[in-house]
């Protein structure tokens, strides 16, 4: 007797909100072939995961190019996007500008806890046709805000 073992498919948690499908975004697949995750994607999970201090900063260096990953340093000392307990910062949504062919100016709405936060990055794609990121900013909330005009 063959005995057939069958499973409920395990659903996993997801890390962010069901975006739409736009055609136009970097790495949508054509003609009903399958792709890889969109860089855009991968290199916002990446960043948001040195910012938020679950990974170290050397685990960008192949992924930076320029003064990025002195500028990601910069930032990642004070893990900005760390939030207590155990609730993650995730990437809330995306979007993006070409402003020629082989670069990306990307920017995230990061939720961290209670907060969206805004990240910014600029993604170029070499001569071995990997994405780097070449730039990056998050915007850091002012110290002192003033209610009265």
């Keep these: 007797m063959n005995k057939v073992m069958s499973r409920k498919p395990q659903t996993r948690p997801h890390h962010r909100p069901p975006t739409r499908h736009d055609t136009r975004r970097p790495g949508t ?3 009903g072939r399958p792709t890889t995750a969109r860089p855009t994607d991968l290199l916002a999970d990446r960043l948001l995961a040195v910012l938020s201090g679950q990974r170290p900063v050397h685990w960008m260096l192949r992924h930076t190019a320029g003064s990025a990953y002195v500028d990601l340093a910069r930032l ?3 893990t900005p996007l760390r939030t207590r307990g155990t609730i993650r910062p995730t990437v ?4 993006w500008f070409v402003p020629r062919a082989g670069a990306l100016e990307v920017f ?3 939720a961290a806890g209670e907060r ?3 990240l910014a990055f600029r993604l ?3 001569e071995d046709l990997r ?3 070449t730039a990056v900013e998050l915007a850091t ?3 002192h805000r003033s209610t009265t005009p």
Aim: hydrophobic letters at 30%; aromatic letters at 4%; a positive charge.
């Design 76 to 78: 990642a000392e004070r």
């Design 124 to 126: 170029e794609q070499s």
């Design 108 to 110: 995230a709405r990061i």
């Design 141 to 143: 909330p002012s110290p």
């Design 92 to 95: 809330h949504d995306l979007g």
């Design 116 to 118: 969206l936060r805004a």
């Design 131 to 133: 994405w780097r990121c």
């Design 29 to 31: 697949p054509t003609r």
